[in-house]
């Protein structure tokens, strides 16, 4: 653990050193990432040596606080969930330094101290051997990230998404301290040593479900997600890649963390993660699908695939109660995968978005177009981060997605059991309609903002980053070549953590893995061949275009002689036929002005949609805490008297509360 604690003080060295820098912003803004991105590199040596290695390395240390310990451990599945977390921190803190130039006029040192916390707190939940540590460190991730959220808190909706997103993080956080109540009154202990199996029955499906609201809440789960959109877009772009690449892991990782706890699954724990899972699926895609907002819709995408990831945990979790190793090796390696995946490609993909919100100052999508043609790097690196979060061969999100699909399939050869049959049948259908959405989804995001006519002038002014903000984004383009054409090798990376988690031996992981060998080779050497193929055609036609003169028109005027930006798609057209289809759950509203006379006025239509779970649902919740938080500015007084008043009140009720617990 030595090199992992090496890692965490290079990081948090590198907040506090940003912090003190705040006056030069050049100096802090260095610092700040550098300090961070040292520390990640750092901290992604020890994690991918305590994976490979196969050994466990941990800490213990007494602590002073009640029921705590300084507990720390790096098992497989902790080291796995490590290195997507320090990998993307590292790149995201690299392309930081870049963004945050564009942000001069403010004070860039309390941004980097709480990014760099963000990290450091992230990387204790998931090495935390403690109840009250996982807790505190827990705590201090929703608050890092909260005031991130409020970055340009001088905009009300700024204001709005950070008052949702600290609600929903509490709630969800109450659950968890009642969960982990439960866990620690079976056990007898905090320490997650004492954790293993010691739930009854009775009480393991009551922690299940407080775990899985707690976490879902972090995760995203629909109909949990409701912070996600809104805080998503707020944050400054490399943080909304680490929220949405990372943070949301930490709910996964928790979900997984109880389900090694409870030892022995129920099957209904499993039908309820791919129901949920196919629901966060699928709506997650259409919300996505009926947003104008690049970075809302990165986040509604996040929400879908949040949800794969949940059903693939379900049918891990329906292999381990009905006792089918492959199915539950299959499932949770499956989950696994798709979660470095979409650490990768959402992170590529929220890197572009804030590339060209850097340089055009709006994420509407119908103000954009023709990018392609102006940031032609940002463009292919958006482009290939579409392509792989699309499950489209030969990048890594078809091999992650390949995974799970055949975990349905074998789910659905066992005919003798009909919950396993039934569950890999919802999956499978499931997975089939969320991938034909998410082509729907970036056709629309890649197409209307990066091909075509600019829009507006602000389209018009884009152009390619520096180097600190392209390598990064290169670097992820990359990695979802590697981890696509890679995937035959995934025994060796998921293996361990997922045997882990099911309760197998590592070994009788493998061998469940080893069964499916030849289509995960089949579907590489494809996968490279389609590679190679694209490279040959690009490479014959820059051959066949070198030394001619090239002629470059407007895209396609259908011989009209005046064509205009306007006369293109727009996002909301493009997208009508699908939300007039699901008309009665996406609920989408239009405001039409047409024209009227000989001589007509200008138009106008305006369509977006309505977040059913967030206008139904949730909007009373929030309204209300709104409401009871301006209540409750009455107390401020600025009378000292009634300071001392409530100071002395609340030490009172704390003693009582302890004495009566003592007692």
Known sequence: MTLFFISL???????????????????????????????????????????????????????????GSLSFSMDPLSAFFLIPLFGLCMAAAVYGAGYMAHHADRRLGPPWFFYNILVAAMAIVVTAGNGVLFLVAWEVMSISSFILVMFDHSQASTRRAGLIYIVAAHLGVAFLFAMFILLGGEAGSLDFDTFKGAASPAAAGVIFTLAL???????????????????HPAAPSHVSAVMSGVMIKMGVYGLLRVIYFLDQPQW???????????????????LALGENDMKRLLAYSSVENMGIIAAAMGLGTLGMATHTHTVAALGFG??????????????????????????????NISLLGGIMKKAPLTGLFFAVGSVAICGLPPLNGFMGELLVYMAAFTGIKEVSNKILMAGGVVTLAGLAMIGGLAVAVFTKAFGMAFLGEARSEKAAMA??????????????AAMTLVLGLGAPLTPHLLAAPAGLVAGFDPSHVKEAFDSMALPLYGAAIVSAALALFLFIAWAVRQSALKGKQIRR?????????????????????????????????????????????????????????????DKYVFA???????????????????????????????IIALFAITFGFTR
């Not at 006056?23 to 305590?50: E, K, M, P, Q, T």
């Not at 209540?631 to 300071?643: D, G, M, P, S």
């Open 213 to 231: 609201i707690g976490f879902g809440s972090k995760a995203g789960f629909m109909p949990f997600h409701v912070w996600l959109p809104e805080a």
């Open 620 to 650: 009373g919740l929030f309204s209300a805490v709104g409401w009871t938080i301006a209540k409750l500015q009455k107390v401020k007084t600025f009378r000292a008297n009634v300071y001392i008043f409530y100071t002395t009140g609340a």
């Open 9 to 67: 003080a290079v990081i948090v060295g590198g907040a506090l050193a940003a912090l003190a820098a705040s006056a030069n912003n050049r100096i802090a803004n260095f610092i700040g990432s550098a300090g961070c991105a040292a520390g990640c590199a750092l901290g992604l040596y020890a994690a991918v040596d305590a994976l490979f290695s196969g050994e466990a390395p941990s800490f213990h240390a007494p602590w002073s606080v009640p029921y």
């Open 334 to 363: 499956g989950a696994l995968y798709h979660v470095i995946n979409h650490s990768v490609f959402k992170g590529l993909l929220f890197m572009g978005a804030g590339t060209v919100l850097a340089n055009t100052h709006t994420q």
């Open 268 to 286: 209904w724990w499993g039908a309820a993660l791919i129901f949920i899972g196919v629901v966060s699926g699928v709506m997650g895609a259409m």
């Open 553 to 613: 028109a407007v895209t396609w005027d259908c011989g009209y002689a005046a064509p205009k930006a306007t006369m293109q798609y727009t996002p909301s057209s493009f997208a009508q036929p699908f939300t007039g289809y699901f008309r009665a759950i996406l609920r989408p509203v239009s405001k039409l002005e047409i024209p009227d006379g000989y001589f007509p006025a200008k138009g106008s239509f305006t369509g977006w949609i309505v977040d059913v779970c």
């Open 463 to 476: 152009h390619d980053p520096g180097r600190l903000m392209t390598w990064p984004m290169g670097a992820l």
